[in-house]
DNA sequence: ACGCTGCTTGTAACCGGTTACTGAATCCGC
DNA sequence: GCGGATTCAGTAACCGGTTACAAGCAGCGT
């Protein structure tokens, strides 16, 4: 039995003959070791889990990918637990994963950003670090210093910044903004960039184009229709993200407004619908993969004692130019 | 240590003093057991493992999103791999799950459907039941009777059918079909179903309309923009996914075709970006979060010694009608 | 006060590997 | 041909739980 374990690891001098013996044996019973016995021993392979809101979302599936894709090139399994949102389901699967011992907890996505989180966030990180286990934040705001967390994050702000000074550049004055729900984080942050980008350029946020609501779809167009019956005046649209600004598309549409003739619409996230609209949609490119590879890469890294790496990364976003977005119409709605 | 393990499952009497104690005990040190000590010892959650070319494809995401969501709900948890189509290290991830002692191996998305490939499942099946795990093909063609498999396909060859008699019935008579990867199970079902359509109408299939690529937005576009440039004559397009159709829509549209009006476009799939294009794109429907749910559920359903679910499960398709199909013009270019 | 019953807690074997240590066999030099 | 060094294989402890079984103890009847 010893000399089997030898002969699959492979790190101890075995006989050729013995060798030989063990690997034909091996392959007449198809055996495989027990993950679970060679884990309790101290070998095994890790495994990296990965938890977030709903995998089908695009941004999200393409952290997972990222996150997948290294763990499986340096050897690891990748454990996949989603929450819909449920931070009850959020701290049962953080147990759970504490249990499993896992290499790694990512935990992905925005969230409510409040002192409860951070007080929530801090237990997460301290019970993993005391199984050898390691919380990522990725995507998710930090949560203090002295923390044993790792944080991976994109430049949220800037890319809000730098969305809404093209449209400003581009002479649009009355833009209307879709934002996600007050106190998200991700919402914030863009929130943030887009009024710093309206006092760059001496202007004062209107409340009537300030909205709020949550990150779907439905929510875009209902808000854009609102803003529509209201007779809002506005001459451009930031949704807060894609599938929101797909929502206002549709909006847009059903009053008779022409993208971008009549109006002007950029989103956030830069999923892959949005290189397939009709006008192609101007949005705020986010490294989502990349992000999904960096968590991966920082917390192996340091497990494997490569240095190096650090504990907090910002990734840069960018704006991607496309065809909704044009200079506002002559005579302003 | 054995009457905290009593406490923790709840299993056997224990007195309310002694209890407590133990609990508060858990909760000061913040103690979790280790899940492969437990497994080792017979007890502790089990785990499905889901294998996929690439978790960012919607329609896997999807697949993804059902099996997760029907493992949790049980209490499993989900194992996902990506293997990018690569047949060695798809080799190598079932091996991964026999050592994980994974309850179910769950096999999604079409391929080669070769003898080679029947084989190889034949062997993965029975190597798999060898360590009380299962097998499960979602979405890829069965291997034969007799073996420890579970399968859960769609209605690939219907929904074909249906789609391009939904072009036929509207008048269509030249239809461009941008098919798949000869040989390639999914391909081969719909193309089957596609000619047994035009079968249907009395029509033969010309081959200077059958076209065969990958699955691949580029392949559409490409094929598109050859035929164009043939001056081949046709009023409509279907193609064998909605990847494709996007390529399709845009090489159409480079051309100066205007979908429907010049001509109508088919997708297959149903992926969320389906409905937004413009036109809204008339595709197939294929259920894949049933299909994940499903395969999950038979399962898990087996393993609990819930007969009645069966081996095999065959969920139906629909073609979703949406704006990008109309009759042909009166003059057919 | 004693023995019996029934409930609770403790003990130890087992799950299936890994690996330090022990022991046997081989090879070498003289 | 023999002692000592060197290989290689076997033994057993350990990883951290679960659970059958043994044992302790309280309560009860007589």
Redesign the pocket.
Known sequence: ??????V??G?????H???TKVLRAVRQLD????A???A?????VETIALVLDDITWPAFAQIGAGVEQEAARRGRLCLVCTTQGDQQRELAVVNLMREQHAAAVILVGGLQYTAEYRERMGRFARSLDSVGSRLVLCGRPPIGEGLPVTVVEYDNEGGAYVATAHLLGAGHRRILFLGGERGQSTATGRLAGHERALAAYGLEPDPELLTYADFSRESGLRRVREAVRASTSFTAVFAATDMVALGALEGLREAGLRVPEDVSLVGYDDIPVARELTPRLTTVHVPFDELGRTAARLVLDRREGVGGGGDRVLLGTHVSIRDSTAPPPAAPR
Chains 1, 2 share one sequence.
């Open positions: 039995m010893a000399t089997v374990s030898r699959l690891a790190n101890y001098p075995v006989t003959s013995t060798r055996y495989v070791a027990n679970h016995a060679k309790l021993a101290g070998s095994g």
